[in-house]
Each structure stands twice: as C-alpha cells, then as structure tokens.
C-alpha cells in the first residue's frame, strides 16, 4: 500500500474532526473498508447505495436499468446531499460513480471532508465484480468495465488521498493504512 497526495506532495493529514469519504472503482473494497475504518474510530457508517435503497426502495441496479443511468445520477446526488447535511456518520462509502460527477465533487469539498480513493488492479476489482451477487449493470462484461476503469482513473486521481489496494490486503489493514496517514 503506498500513498500519497494529489500532485505527488506528502499527504495532507485528514482532520480529527472531518467525514472521511471512500471512493474506487466497483469492486474495490469502499463498503467493507468504510464500515471497518468506522469501527475502528468507533464512529458509524453510511454506504451511499444502501442509503439509496432505503429511501427508494429500489437498488442502484434497479434504478439505473429501469429508469436509465443519467436519472440514477440524479438520485444519487440527491442522496449524497441528504447524507453529507443530515448524517452523523464519520465514514461515508461512496458508489463507484459518484465521484466522477464533478457536482458532486463540489458538493462534498462544500463539507470539508477527507477523501480517500483505494485504488484496486482492474483485474482484482472484476474478479470481485464477477464472483459476487450484486448486480452492477455499468460492468456488463470485461471489455466494458474495463474502458469505465480506464476513463475514471483520471477523477478518482482527484481525490486528496489514494491508497493502493493489493489482493493480500484486508479491510482492518487498509483501515489502519487510512488512519496512518490521517
Ligand atoms: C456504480 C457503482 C455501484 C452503484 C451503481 C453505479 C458505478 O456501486 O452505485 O451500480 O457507476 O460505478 P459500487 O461501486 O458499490 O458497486
């Protein structure tokens, strides 16, 4: 795991007191690392799609194959807001889209959050991406997720902090590798 901060200078420290936002790509571990980065300050989590399940009684997946990507983005934004104005949480995982919107972006820097990209291979993000349940219609098959990898990287490379993610890394290391450089 290697970090560093945006334009290669040394990371700048997350505050004690800011929300810490995960973002990466599908499959990189932002919901597991979230929830463990949050029990270990003892805090809480919000994982932005469940969020978004909740309130709309509908999955990501299922917004965004019934009613199309561009007005899921719209109810992700909305949810973002809600959850950035009204929630106590200290961690906050991020779909892997989010953060390529750059209103969303603006909207997140308005709350003086830290946030941190966990930049997973593209290889262990589709094996992850393809052994499990969750639906995601934005990686259909290899080629396509892939090409959404690729043209992401430059937003995700946005983020104040970025840590490496390897297949051997769990959640309680990358968690303790983000405080470390809180
Ligand atoms: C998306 C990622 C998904 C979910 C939706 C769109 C994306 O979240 O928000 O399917 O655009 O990358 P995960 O990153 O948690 O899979």
């Not at 999955?59 to 807001?81: M, P, W, Y």
């Not at 941190?116 to 969750?134: G, H, K």
């Not at 080629?143 to 309680?172: F, G, I």
Request: hydrophobic share 35%; with cysteine; aromatic share 6%.
């Amino acid at each position: 795991m290697k970090h560093r901060g945006k334009d290669g200078r040394a990371p700048t420290a997350v505050q004690m007191h800011q929300r810490i936002i995960i973002l990466g790509f599908m499959g990189s571990g932002k919901t597991t690392v979230a929830r463990e980065l949050a029990r270990q300050l003892e805090g809480t989590h919000v994982d932005l799609d469940s969020f978004i399940f909740d309130r709309e009684g509908r999955s990501a997946a299922e917004i965004i194959k019934e009613d199309g990507e561009h007005q899921f983005r719209e109810v992700e934004t909305l949810a973002l807001r809600d959850v950035l104005q009204n929630s106590e949480a200290r961690v906050i995982a991020l779909g892997g889209g989010t953060w390529t919107i750059p209103a969303n972006r603006t909207l997140i820097a308005l709350h003086d959050c830290a946030t941190v990209w966990l930049d997973a291979p593209f290889e262990l993000c589709w094996t992850r991406i393809s052994n499990t349940q969750t639906d995601r219609p934005l990686a259909p098959n290899h080629q396509t997720a892939r090409a959404r990898y690729d043209s992401r990287r430059a937003d995700y490379s946005l983020a104040q902090q970025r840590v490496e993610v390897n297949e051997s890394d769990t959640a309680e290391t990358l968690a303790s590798q983000i405080l470390s450089i809180t």
